[in-house]
């Protein structure tokens, strides 16, 4: 069974550039989730999708950060303008559906630096 | 509001000795516990998790862990460290009736021969 796929791997943009990164969940998953890792810390929840409607967005930056998942399979998340603070790595992560309980598999991440 | 606490941020062991990484648990409901592992460019790896059956835990490459609920804690072991064990480890809670994952800050795992 393939993993959830990410790309790209790594990214360097100066600040007030845009950036989209993509992600291919497991598939069969319904719940898809964005993640955000600073250095040094633990991996912080960015947005929920469960198929193609968003279930918790309440720690997304909205005035930066845009996610969508039009066809409830594969996602976007883009940062427009970055910020100096958003350096960190992007992951993504899928689960069967949706019930507190689920594992969530995460894809390789992807790692941006902004200068 | 749940969280988790992991107790070290660095533990060194040598090959071949036992391995403890502590975490402790802050939760107003029965919380469903989970320890992930990273390895260096690699996505996160669930090792195991609670989800309130049976207290002691048994995961994948040897590790278990046990929930204690008198002590909030879920403390992940091994016997016997392996090289390959060296990585990052998160503790992890997820929110009451959510999907919602709170990370704890991790804890690093270096192992010597």
């Known amino acids: 069974e393939a993993g959830v796929a990410q790309s790209p791997r790594y990214k360097i943009i100066e600040k007030r550039q845009s950036v989209a990164f993509w992600c291919n969940p497991i598939?069969?998953?319904?719940?898809l989730y964005w993640y955000q890792q600073i250095l040094g810390q633990g991996p912080k929840l960015l947005i929920q999708?469960?198929?193609?409607?968003?279930?918790?967005d309440s720690q997304l930056p909205k005035d930066r950060f845009s996610a969508e998942r039009l066809k409830g399979v594969d996602s976007t998340l883009k940062i427009q303008p970055a910020k100096l603070e958003d350096s960190a790595v992007y992951l993504c992560?899928?689960?069967?559906?949706?019930?507190?309980?689920?594992?969530?598999?995460f894809g390789p991440g992807t790692r941006l630096l902004v200068l | 509001a749940q969280s988790v606490t992991q107790l070290d941020s660095h533990v060194s062991v040598s090959e071949g000795t036992p391995v403890l990484l502590r975490c402790n648990y802050s939760?107003?409901?029965?919380?469903?516990l989970f320890w992930y592992v990273q390895h260096p460019n690699k996505g996160l790896q669930l090792l195991l998790k609670?989800?309130?059956?049976?207290?002691l835990v048994k995961g994948i490459n040897g590790f278990e862990a046990e929930f204690k609920k008198s002590e909030t804690s879920f403390h992940l072991t091994k016997p016997s460290a392996h090289m390959s064990d060296a990585a990052e480890y998160f503790c992890?809670?997820?929110?009451?009736?959510?999907?919602?994952?709170?990370f704890g800050t991790g804890t690093r795992l270096q192992v010597f021969p």
């Open positions: 992560a899928s689960s069967l559906e949706s019930s507190g309980r689920e594992t969530q598999y």
């Open positions: 598939s069969g998953h319904a719940t």
């Open positions: 999708f469960q198929n193609n409607g968003v279930v918790d």
């Open positions: 939760s107003s409901y029965s919380p469903s």
């Open positions: 609670y989800t309130s059956a049976a207290t």
């Open positions: 992890v809670v997820s929110e009451y009736n959510t999907d919602k994952l709170i």
